[in-house]
């Protein structure tokens, strides 16, 4: 569990924090309920992504990995965050999919791949 915490926590917020900056732009008020109400889709789907990739890859699970985890995670947080907007009478224009998907894709897979370049420099130095 350790071992994959700090990614866990590192997923969840940024997830926050993308969807803190989305409430931003838009000027939406009730800071607080406001942000539950938009961040708890795509928290649902991190949390799928989660517990998918940790079902799937069991032995082999590393929670760092770009393939298979940060994708998965990436994909759920999305595909069941919308999902889960469209069921709660979110809106899911499909200009704010295509940002979602962007912005996402940059924090959720972004980390990890600095994190492996990171990796790379300090093991050719």
Not at 1 to 28: N, Q, W, Y
Not at 33 to 49: D, E, I, K, N
Request: charged fraction near 15%.
């Amino acid at each position: 569990m350790k071992k994959f915490l700090p990614a866990l926590v590192l997923d969840v917020v940024l997830v926050v924090v993308f969807c803190a900056i989305g409430r931003r732009s838009h000027d939406e008020a009730n800071a607080l309920t406001g942000l539950v109400t938009t961040a708890w889709p795509f928290l649902s789907g991190l949390a799928v992504g989660w517990i998918a990739t940790v079902a799937l890859y069991r032995d082999k699970f590393d929670a760092f990995l770009i393939v298979p985890t940060g994708l998965l995670v990436w994909f759920s947080t999305l595909v069941v965050g919308m999902l889960l907007r469209v069921v709660s009478g979110q809106g899911t224009a499909f200009s704010f999919i295509l940002v979602a998907a962007t912005v996402l894709a940059v924090f959720l897979l972004g980390w990890r791949a600095a994190l492996r370049a990171i990796a790379k420099v300090r093991t050719h130095s």
